[in-house]
């Protein structure tokens, strides 16, 4: 544990609001949002300025401490969650929430690490432009959060992750150094991209403060469609016909089984389903025009969805003919995890594998899991034009105790999934990250070059293990 004259330097530091000692407050922080992971820490700091994050970088360096960024507290992978045994503070971006500078003339806004997706969305959209990354955690997840998992989400098809939007960094580094990398240059070749190191380094190697974003010019019209299929090759077919006839206008385009969407109209209140027909698989699309001089996307879905049911891969679809009616084929996108966690105990796998692969892996991992682990049921949804799903495996019905399931079965079903994907030439996380949900997995699969190369990047950055200890990299008996 951590001992009160230490928590007092930080006190004194900070100012009493920057440091959050009653356990009622600081409770809440130390699980994660699935309640896999339980962690301690005695308390929260939550320095207000790039130049506080240093200060208190600086003396937990000075007092030997270990810190765990965090934002929102929305990992799916127990990410943001402290160790067990109290070792380490939660360092909380939370008091760093302002947009700096939001210029539609450059296409850039700057926001520091706190602010919250949906604050980016709205400040965006009210200067004629928006930030092109949504997910289901956009009202609580935070910019550097997102910019610390490489997060994806529904526009990665014609967007790209954070990778692809990040355009300049700043951050403390675990010696309490400051890298001022916002400069959003163009063309910048001073060697190693540090910028692109710190993405997706799950705050193990400093803590973000501020990111300076890509933005693009506001939608001027849209179409949401909703299309029932019979199998995910029919819905590859159809994004590769959407595609084809409408070009980069697709924006979204994600996937989910029946039995899915049945989850969602059972637990997520004012929900219907979009079409009548109960089809084995859905697909929800939409296309965007920039351009309001376009013919309308409304008009230009029909004709591709007229040429789907022309080709006998479509079923059954809806259009949506107001924005109301499309937001709310979104909520049932956006409502899929919550609503697979208020079916019951389940394992979750965040997986890729190459595109062309995808439909064939989610029939036959999902009855391969099926046959394997009797009473279990599999299936995925998600992000198949970027060969991304969430694959879960739920416990068998009338399993009550889920944590003794999962300690029951969660290695050997983890195993499983994660020996098929990489069979299949995948990666065991296609956007949520490793964390401590998925280290040891790490550990067993990767290739020896890679944790050679994960090992020598975190000790070059943070040589005391200082930063997000127990998260990302493997430990040696892991490996
Ligand atoms: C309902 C739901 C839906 C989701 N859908 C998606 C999805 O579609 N796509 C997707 O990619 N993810 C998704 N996620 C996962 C999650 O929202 C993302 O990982 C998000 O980026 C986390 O942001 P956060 O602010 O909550 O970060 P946290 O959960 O607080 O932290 C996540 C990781 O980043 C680190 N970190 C946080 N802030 C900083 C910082 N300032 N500097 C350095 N490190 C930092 C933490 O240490 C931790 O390792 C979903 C989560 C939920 C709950």
């Known amino acids: 544990m951590i001992e009160q004259q230490?928590?007092?330097?930080?006190?004194?530091?900070?100012?009493?609001?920057?440091?959050?000692?009653?356990?009622?407050?600081?409770?809440?922080?130390?699980?994660?949002?699935r309640d896999r992971y339980h962690g301690?820490?005695?308390?929260?700091?939550?320095?207000?300025?790039?130049?506080?994050?240093?200060?208190?970088?600086?003396?937990?360096?000075?007092?030997?401490?270990?810190?765990?960024?965090?934002?929102?507290?929305?990992?799916?992978?127990?990410?943001?969650?402290?160790?067990?045994?109290?070792?380490a503070l939660?360092?909380?971006?939370?008091?760093?929430?302002?947009?700096?500078?939001?210029?539609?003339?450059?296409?850039?806004?700057v926001c520091e690490a706190g602010v919250i997706l949906s604050v980016l969305h709205d400040a965006a959209e009210d200067a004629g432009r928006r930030f092109p990354l949504s997910l289901g955690a956009k009202g609580s997840a935070t910019i550097g959060g997102l910019v610390s998992t490489n997060a994806g989400g529904t526009q990665v098809l014609r967007h790209g992750?954070?990778?692809?939007?990040?355009?300049?960094?700043?951050?403390?580094?675990?010696?309490?150094?400051?890298?001022?990398?916002?400069?959003?240059?163009?063309?910048d070749n001073r060697g190693y991209d540090i910028k692109q190191l710190l993405i997706g380094a799950e705050g193990t190697l400093g803590v973000v403060?501020?990111?300076?974003?890509?933005?693009?010019?506001?939608i001027a019209a849209r179409a949401v469609g909703w299309v029932g299929v019979q199998t995910p090759a029919d819905a590859?077919?159809?994004?590769?016909?959407?595609?084809?006839?409408?070009?980069?206008?697709?924006?979204?385009?994600?996937?989910?089984?029946?039995?899915?969407?049945?989850?969602?109209?059972?637990?997520?209140?004012?929900?219907?389903?979009?079409?009548?027909?109960?089809?084995?698989?859905?697909?929800l699309v939409e296309i965007d025009h920039a351009d309001l001089s376009d013919p309308s996307p409304a008009e230009r879905l029909?004709?591709?969805?007229?040429?789907?049911?022309?080709?006998?891969?479509?079923?059954?679809?809806?259009?949506?003919?107001?924005?109301?009616?499309?937001d709310a084929f979104w909520r049932i996108r956006e409502s899929l995890s919550e609503s697979e966690r208020a079916q019951g105990p389940a394992l979750q796998y965040d997986i890729s594998v190459p595109v062309a692969k995808m439909p064939a892996f989610m029939i036959e991992a999902a009855a391969a899991a099926q046959a394997r682990f009797p009473g279990t049921t599999a299936s995925s949804f998600g992000h198949l034009g970027d060969g991304n799903v969430h694959f879960h495996v739920r416990a068998p019905k009338?399993?009550?105790?889920?944590?003794?399931?999962?300690?029951?079965?969660?290695?050997?079903?983890?195993?499983?999934?994660?020996?098929?994907?990489?069979?299949?030439?995948?990666?065991?996380?296609?956007?949520?990250?490793?964390?401590?949900?998925?280290?040891?997995?790490?550990?067993?699969?990767?290739?020896?070059?890679?944790?050679a190369a994960l090992c020598a990047i975190k000790a070059a950055f943070d040589p005391r293990g200082l930063f997000n200890p127990g998260k990302l990299i493997p430990l040696p008996d892991e490996i």
Request: hydrophobic share 45%; proline share 5%; no cysteine.
């Open 6 to 33: 230490h928590i007092d330097r930080f006190i004194a530091l900070l100012g009493p609001k920057g440091v959050t000692t009653d356990p009622d407050d600081v409770r809440p922080w130390t699980s994660d949002w």
């Open 40 to 87: 301690a820490a005695a308390a929260i700091l939550s320095p207000a300025s790039t130049q506080e994050v240093a200060a208190t970088v600086a003396l937990a360096a000075d007092l030997d401490i270990a810190l765990v960024p965090q934002g929102g507290n929305t990992s799916m992978v127990g990410g943001a969650t402290p160790p067990a045994d109290g070792s």
């Open 90 to 109: 939660i360092l909380s971006l939370r008091r760093m929430n302002r947009i700096r500078s939001l210029r539609a003339d450059d296409n850039l806004a």
């Open 161 to 187: 992750t954070m990778r692809a939007l990040v355009e300049g960094i700043e951050a403390v580094l675990p010696d309490g150094s400051i890298f001022d990398g916002l400069d959003a240059l163009k063309k």
């Open 209 to 218: 403060t501020a990111a300076a974003l890509r933005l693009v010019p506001a």
């Open 236 to 283: 590859l077919a159809l994004l590769r016909l959407t595609e084809t006839m409408l070009g980069d206008s697709v924006e979204g385009f994600e996937v989910l089984a029946d039995e899915t969407l049945g989850f969602v109209l059972g637990h997520i209140p004012g929900t219907r389903a979009p079409i009548e027909t109960r089809t084995p698989w859905h697909v």
């Open 302 to 326: 029909e004709g591709a969805l007229a040429e789907a049911f022309e080709r006998g891969i479509a079923i059954d679809a809806a259009i949506a003919t107001n924005e109301a009616q499309a």
């Open 398 to 451: 009338g399993t009550s105790d889920g944590p003794a399931w999962i300690a029951a079965e969660g290695q050997a079903i983890n195993a499983f999934v994660h020996d098929a994907v990489v069979a299949a030439g995948g990666s065991i996380s296609a956007e949520h990250g490793i964390g401590q949900m998925k280290r040891a997995e790490l550990g067993r699969l990767a290739s020896p070059a890679r944790i």
